[in-house]
């Protein structure tokens, strides 16, 4: 009898893999037949969804780190012990964040195959959310560090947004899908931040952010609306391996080209963090009789920079080529960069700000080089481990950046406000002699083949 109930469990057993077999080769089926074309409608949905969610952000990024400031001066410190607490308690509240994401992206990104994108963003929006509202009440501190790190276990938007870019996109074009999403935060940036240091100088910060928080509410309302980006769900189980960050970290070394690039990218986001950490701490500090309003004028210098990247990755980057304009790109954003501290009057940032943006052409072409040599199948995996090894100098930059920036305007230290920019323009310098030296040998190497973007299952069925 015993055995008769066991042969009865192993066929059950059995009977679940068959189906769960059918089921997967429908999903190839219909992801095979998924014409490899623009899906316009998706596109443009998801291009104003994210470009309404970054709006919201636009509202309260750049007084993040001037609310703390306010905060330490209302404690009664001066304003130059105000800035340099800020930035470093700053930093913490960033490096908590990113710490979290760094484990959460490659998850996420494989249960959204499952589940769909819509989940995610609407759960990434409501913790970030929750920040925002945070830093509205000001204290306890420990208030700032239990909403950020919910964010940090919570926070999947650029994974999702990727994803979907990968969803609605050609690869022929998937350059300029990156692309879109720095036009997007161009947009928010054009001036609504100026808008922001309006509403901040009238009203006081606190209510810039609320104004935020509306349209963070708005995007909700949005994302209810928006068709999923994902038209086939994936039927595989969920097991114990999909929660394992780790597991999907050999796409990046697929190959010499995707090992390569990859290091850049980390490179140039720690670059990138440099900036974002210090900037407007730097800029309130160095000239401090600039308004909220003033300093809120700044971002739509680089608004409009991130605006024109979008016809330069459609049309500039194919005539002269990836390779060529990512070393350009690097090369002109560690030069603007080192201009930074030189600019006085204030205004003089403002053409700088323009022209380094061209560097956001880098980022976008970097990853469609490492998108086409991945196979098909793993391309959402890939999506999460772009995003965590981009989050890891989002965990670093915090720690060194802020500390940098501190150290050299304290007294009894060399006086040196404007290091951590020229920091940052040496990574960019470093990122652009490393690829030219690769892209040069590469490209004169006998053994240099490109890896054709097909799935295993694919080249299987042919």
């Given at each position: 009898?015993?055995s008769i109930?066991r ?12 189906e769960?077999?059918?089921?997967q ?6 992801n095979?037949?998924?014409?490899e074309?623009?899906?316009?409608y998706?596109?443009i949905y ?15 990024f750049?007084?993040?780190t ?5 905060l ?7 304003p130059?012990e105000?800035?340099?607490?800020a930035t470093v308690?700053?930093?913490w ?8 994401n ?12 499952r ?7 609407a759960i990434?929006i409501?913790s ?6 945070s ?13 950020r ?5 919570c926070?999947?938007?650029w ?9 609605v996109?050609?690869?022929t074009h ?5 692309g879109l999403l ?6 928010s940036m054009?001036?609504?931040?100026l ?22 509410v708005l ?10 980006t994902k038209?086939?769900l ?8 999909t929660f ?11 190959n ?5 690039l ?13 900036i ?13 009789n ?13 608004g409009?920079?991130l ?9 500039v980057?194919?005539?002269?080529g990836?390779e ?11 030069l603007?960069?080192a ?17 380094r943006?061209?560097?956001?052409v880098?980022?976008p072409?970097?990853q469609s ?7 098909l199948?793993n391309?959402?995996?890939?999506v999460?481990?772009?995003?965590s090894?981009?989050?890891?100098p989002?965990?670093?930059g915090?720690?060194?950046?802020p500390?940098?920036y ?8 060399p006086?040196?406000?404007g290091?951590?920019?020229?920091i940052v323009?040496a990574?960019?310098v470093?990122?652009?002699?490393i690829c030219?030296?690769f892209?040069?040998?590469t ?10 973007n097909?799935?295993v299952?694919?080249?299987?069925i042919?």
């Open positions: 009898m015993t109930n042969d009865e469990e192993e066929y059950e057993e059995n009977d679940a893999d068959v769960e077999s059918l089921l080769e429908e999903e190839l089926n219909a095979l037949k998924k014409p074309r623009w899906n316009k998706q596109a998801v291009f104003c969804f994210c470009t309404l969610y970054f709006l919201g952000s636009a509202f309260s750049p007084l993040m001037l609310r703390l400031v306010e330490y001066e209302k404690e009664g410190y001066s130059q105000a800035s340099a607490q308690l700053s930093g509240l960033s490096g908590l964040q990113y710490f979290g760094f484990f959460t992206g490659p998850v996420y990104g494989a249960l959204s195959d589940y769909g994108r819509k989940p995610f963003f990434s409501t970030y959310s929750l920040y925002i509202a830093l509205v009440a000001g204290r306890p501190i420990w208030l700032l560090f239990a909403a790190a919910t964010v940090s276990l926070d999947s938007m994974t999702m947004v990727m994803i979907s870019i990968t969803d996109t050609p690869s998937r350059a300029f899908g990156f720095w036009v997007s935060l161009g947009i054009l001036g609504f931040p808008v922001s240091g309006y509403l901040a100088d009238i009203y006081g910060i606190t209510f810039s952010f609320k104004v935020g928080l509306c349209i963070s995007a909700l309302i949005v994302l209810v609306g928006m068709p999923e038209r086939v994936s039927t595989k189980r969920i097991t114990k391996e394992n960050p780790f597991l999907q970290f050999w796409l990046l070394f697929q010499k080209t995707t090992t390569m990859a290091f850049v990218s980390i490179i140039i986001s720690l670059a990138i963090e440099g974002m950490d210090i900037f407007s701490t730097w800029v309130k500090y160095s000239f401090p600039l308004s909220y309003l003033q300093i809120g004028s700044l971002s739509g210098a680089l409009c920079g605006i024109l990247s979008g016809p330069i990755n459609r049309f980057v194919p005539k002269l990836e060529v304009s990512i070393c350009l790109a690097t090369l002109i954003g560690g603007c960069v201009a930074y501290p030189t600019a006085s009057p204030w205004w003089m940032l403002y053409p700088l700000l323009l022209v943006s061209v560097n956001s880098a980022a072409t970097i080089i490492i998108f086409k040599q991945t196979d199948d391309q959402s995996a890939l999460g481990v772009l995003v090894a981009k989050n890891i989002s965990i670093i915090p720690f060194i950046f500390q940098i501190a150290y050299y305007i304290q007294d009894g230290h006086y040196i406000p290091m951590t920019f020229y323009a990574l960019n470093l990122c652009c002699i030219t030296i892209f040069w040998f490209k004169w190497s006998p053994n240099a083949k490109k890896r054709p097909k799935s299952t694919q080249i299987q042919q």
